[in-house]
């Protein structure tokens, strides 16, 4: 009999936030990931995207064969910064100076060994040059603040201010310029003032 893991259900704090800004801590999760630059809206972004997507239903689809419990694909997520600290905290910036790195998350049963096999697996059956960069990475975040994000990604610095507003009454600040994205929409379907992304960089005490 097949069984599904329903990380949906079981992991509830981690992809559905609140509308208003929380803090939580994250641990340590896998994922395929593919970093590079520049905006995210001209054509070369859906290669990596397609890239890690191929990768992650690879995986799943073969998990489901040899082991019989099935489980949704995570959604995609990036981590986003600026290549120079000029436009940090500007509402408008140049997105031909973002620097990405995409990922998509694994099951914690994935191991390092069965990943590797899983991209050898697809650069038999596709072409994608993005292969050859793909990692296999543990990422552990730690103490974060996190929130749902509804509307353009262009609208996102109000919610980062909600964001700011909070950890600062906690006597907390960001300890770097980098946050993260989680894709809960898909763009190429949903208006965008429709659109749910959940939004989250790391804190620590003020310094």
Same mark, same amino acid.
């Given at each position: 009999?097949?069984?599904?893991?329903?990380?949906?259900?079981?992991?509830?704090?981690?992809?559905?936030?609140?509308?208003?800004?929380?803090?939580?801590?994250?641990?340590?999760?896998?994922?395929?990931?593919? $970093?590079?630059?520049?905006?995210?809206?001209?054509?070369?972004?859906?290669?990596?995207?397609?890239?890690?997507?191929?990768?992650? &239903?690879?995986?799943?689809?073969?998990?489901?064969?040899?082991?019989?419990?099935? &489980? $949704?694909?995570?959604?995609?997520?990036?981590?986003?910064?600026?290549?120079?600290?000029?436009?940090?905290?500007?509402?408008?910036?140049?997105?031909?100076? =973002?620097?990405?790195?995409?990922?998509?998350?694994?099951?914690?049963?994935?191991?390092?060994?069965?990943?590797?096999?899983?991209?050898?697996?697809?650069?038999?059956?596709?072409?994608?040059?993005? =292969?050859?960069?793909?990692?296999?990475?543990?990422?552990?975040?730690?103490?974060?603040?996190?929130? =749902?994000?509804?509307?353009?990604?262009?609208?996102?610095?109000? $919610?980062?201010?909600?964001?700011?507003?909070?950890?600062?009454?906690?006597?907390?600040?960001?300890?770097?310029?980098?946050?993260?994205?989680?894709? =809960?929409?898909?763009?190429?379907?949903?208006?965008?003032?429709?659109?749910?992304?959940?939004?989250?960089?790391?804190?620590?005490?003020?310094?």
């Amino acid at each position: 009999m097949l069984e599904k893991y329903e990380w949906k259900k079981e992991e509830k704090n981690y992809y559905h936030p609140s509308i208003s800004p929380q803090i939580t801590t994250i641990p340590a999760f896998k994922f395929f990931e593919l $970093s590079g630059q520049g905006n995210p809206n001209d054509d070369f972004f859906k290669d990596y995207i397609q890239c890690l997507y191929s990768l992650s &239903y690879a995986a799943k689809m073969r998990w489901k064969k040899e082991n019989k419990l099935d &489980y $949704s694909v995570y959604p995609l997520e990036g981590i986003w910064t600026l290549k120079t600290s000029d436009s940090i905290g500007k509402n408008v910036i140049d997105k031909n100076e =973002l620097m990405f790195t995409l990922m998509i998350r694994q099951p914690d049963f994935i191991s390092n060994e069965y990943a590797h096999e899983i991209i050898e697996q697809v650069k038999i059956k596709k072409s994608y040059p993005l =292969l050859e960069k793909v990692r296999f990475s543990t990422i552990e975040e730690g103490l974060c603040v996190q929130i =749902l994000h509804t509307g353009s990604y262009d609208t996102e610095s109000e $919610s980062f201010e909600k964001m700011d507003s909070l950890i600062s009454l906690h006597n907390l600040s960001r300890i770097n310029s980098i946050h993260r994205e989680i894709y =809960l929409s898909d763009a190429r379907k949903t208006p965008k003032d429709k659109l749910k992304t959940i939004l989250r960089y790391q804190i620590g005490l003020k310094r």
